[in-house]
C-alpha cells in the first residue's frame, strides 16, 4: 500500500478564511490548505474576488465548491483554473440546513449517480485535479453495502483523492455542531475504502485531535485531514509537519506572531479590519503558562477597534515562554 503520508487542514466555515489559511502556511508549510465551502450561486452571482482571493503562500490550496448541478460547477471550475486553485473538491458531506435546502452537501450521498455526473463535469472544465469530501453515510443509509456502492458509482467519475469524514450525517435532529460529535467514528470503514478501491489516495478527517493519533492512521489510508483542533490548538501543526518529513521546521511562537503582525499591518494598510485577522491567533499559545491570559487580553484587544496589530505583542507578557512547544 502507497503513502504519500499527506496533512490536510479541513474546511470549516467561518474559520478558514484567506487570513487563517495564511496563518496556518505559516505553521505548516507543506499541509494542504482548503477555502470555507463556497457555493456555486455566490461564485456565479455574487463578489467573485471576495471569494476566492488568497495570498500565493497558501500554495497547494483547494477550493471548497457546494452545488449540485453538473453545469453550474464546471463553470466554477473554470474560475478557480483562472484564479490559480491546486484542487477543486466537491462537498458531499455538509449536513447543514441551508445546503439541505439547497439540495447539496450530504443530500447528495441519497444520489451517488448525480455525484458522479457533477465530478465528471467539475473535472473535464478544467485542468485543475478534482477531489471529493463525503461522511460515510447519511441518515439510515449507514452500512457498508451502501457506503461501498456510493463509491462504486462515484469512481466512475475518475476521481482520485477522496476525503471522508468517519461518521454517517444526520439531517434531521442534529444541529452541524452535533453531527461533528454525535455520530460514531468508524476508521475501520475508512480504512477498508482504501483496500477496496485502492486506486483512490484516501484520506481520513473526524477526531483527530492529537500527533499521536496520526501514525496509526498512516498506516491503513494516505493522509490526515484535521479539523478543529488545528484552530483550537494550531500550534500542533508544526509537530505534526516534523512527523510527516518536515525534520527542520522548528519556528518559535514569537517568530510566527511577529509575522502575523506584519501581514496584519499590511492588510489593514488595505483596509481589512485587523480583527478579522487577529480572532485566528486567540489559540496560539494554547496550552503554554499565560496562555489562557493571552486569549482573554487578545479578545479584549480585538474589540478595541483603533487598537492596531503592534498592539498584539503588547498582549504576551511572558515572553520567556514564546518558544516553548506542547507535545
Given amino acids: ?29 507543506s499541509a494542504w490548505l482548503y477555502t470555507e465551502m463556497v457555493t456555486t450561486g455566490a461564485l456565479l452571482h455574487g463578489d467573485v474576488p471576495r471569494h476566492l482571493a488568497f495570498d500565493r503562500s497558501e500554495h497547494p490550496l483547494a477550493l471548497q465548491l457546494g452545488g449540485s448541478d453538473p453545469d453550474d460547477l ?13 484542487e477543486i473538491n466537491l462537498n458531499v458531506g455538509c449536513p447543514s440546513d441551508r445546503v439541505q435546502r439547497g ?21 473535464e472544465a478544467s485542468t485543475v485535479p478534482v477531489s471529493i469530501k463525503s461522511r460515510i453515510g447519511v441518515d439510515e443509509l449507514d ?3 451502501f457506503f461501498e456502492n ?4 462515484v469512481a466512475g467519475s475518475g476521481v482520485q483523492r477522496v476525503i471522508v469524514h468517519a461518521r454517517k450525517a444526520w439531517l434531521q435532529g442534529l444541529s452541524p455542531k452535533q453531527n461533528r460529535e454525535i455520530p460514531e467514528l468508524d476508521y475501520a470503514r475508512v480504512y477498508r475504502l482504501k483496500t477496496e478501491f485502492p486506486q483512490f489516495e484516501v484520506i481520513i478527517n473526524g477526531g483527530i485531535t492529537s500527533v499521536a493519533q496520526i ?14 483542533a488545528a484552530y483550537q490548538t494550531p500550534w500542533m501543526l508544526t509537530a505534526c509537519e516534523r512527523l510527516l518529513g518536515a525534520a527542520g521546521h522548528r519556528p518559535e511562537r514569537d517568530q510566527i506572531l ?3 503582525i506584519d501581514y496584519a499591518c499590511r492588510q489593514q494598510a488595505e483596509g481589512v479590519p485587523v480583527r478579522h485577522i487577529g480572532r485566528h491567533l486567540l489559540g496560539l499559545y494554547h496550552g503554554q503558562p499565560g496562555g489562557k491570559q493571552w486569549r482573554r487580553q487578545m479578545s479584549e484587544c480585538l474589540q478595541n477597534h483603533a487598537a492596531g496589530p503592534e498592539s498584539w505583542r503588547r498582549q504576551w507578557q511572558q515572553p520567556g515562554s514564546l518558544s516553548a512547544e506542547v507535545a
Fill in 215 to 228: 501514525e496509526p492512521h498512516l498506516q491503513n489510508v494516505d493522509g490526515v485531514m484535521i479539523g478543529r
Fill in 103 to 123: 439540495a447539496f452537501g450530504a443530500c447528495l450521498m441519497r444520489e451517488p449517480e448525480l455525484v458522479r455526473d457533477c465530478l465528471i463535469a467539475m473535472r
Fill in 74 to 86: 464546471a463553470r466554477c471550475c473554470q474560475l478557480a483554473a483562472q484564479w490559480g486553485y491546486d
Fill in 143 to 145: 452500512s457498508w453495502a
Fill in 1 to 29: 500500500m502507497r503513502h504519500n503520508r499527506l496533512l490536510m487542514v479541513a474546511p470549516m466555515m467561518d474559520w478558514t478564511d484567506r487570513h487563517c489559511r495564511y496563518f496556518h502556511r505559516l505553521l505548516a508549510p
Fill in 258 to 260: 511577529q509575522q502575523m
Fill in 150 to 153: 456510493f463509491y462504486r458509482i
